[in-house]
């Protein structure tokens, strides 16, 4: 058995790993460009196939750079109310009046709702949780 490197790598994994910071070192991405060249990284790694540890780690660590990245400058907003229940509705396959008399929601507020004219009310909320089986937090999102 191949000796551990203080990381718990195989030597051969750890040469990966290095091998991989050679090409593209991990660093803080500063700019959009950075980040293209970053996620073309990740691509080369992902079309390896199977990955050894040292590849993982890797990848595991240029990932979170993206993320951390993206998050800063490219955030992506929440849902509407009205594109989130048209999601949990058409995933579901339920029609308007099929989640009025399941849920006992009006069907005029699911209209409402899904017209973009009035958010959710916390009343909603708990009982759309409830019937799409999600957590309230995906639903309050704009709360």
């Known amino acids: 058995m ?3 490197t203080k990381f718990g790598l195989k030597r051969k994994d750890r040469d990966s790993y290095l091998e991989l910071v050679l090409v593209f070192p991990l660093a803080s991405i500063k700019s959009d460009e950075h980040l ?3 996620q073309k990284a990740m691509d080369r790694v992902l079309a ?3 990955l050894d540890d040292g590849e993982e780690m ?6 979170d750079l993206v993320a ?3 998050d800063a400058h490219h955030a992506i907003e ?3 109310d009205a594109d989130m229940l048209r999601h949990l509705m ?3 396959g339920v029609t308007q009046a099929q989640l009025g008399k399941e849920t006992g929601l009006a069907k005029s507020s699911i209209s409402e709702v899904l017209a973009g004219k009035k958010p959710f009310s916390r009343r909603m909320i708990r009982k ?3 019937y799409f089986k999600v957590d309230v937090s995906v639903l309050a999102a704009n709360v």
């Open 2 to 4: 191949a000796p551990k």
């Open 36 to 38: 293209t060249e970053a």
């Open 48 to 50: 390896k196939g199977e």
């Open 58 to 63: 890797y990848l595991n660590a240029l990932s």
């Open 68 to 70: 951390t990245y993206e």
């Open 78 to 80: 929440p849902a509407s």
């Open 90 to 92: 058409e995933a579901k």
């Open 128 to 130: 759309l949780a409830d």
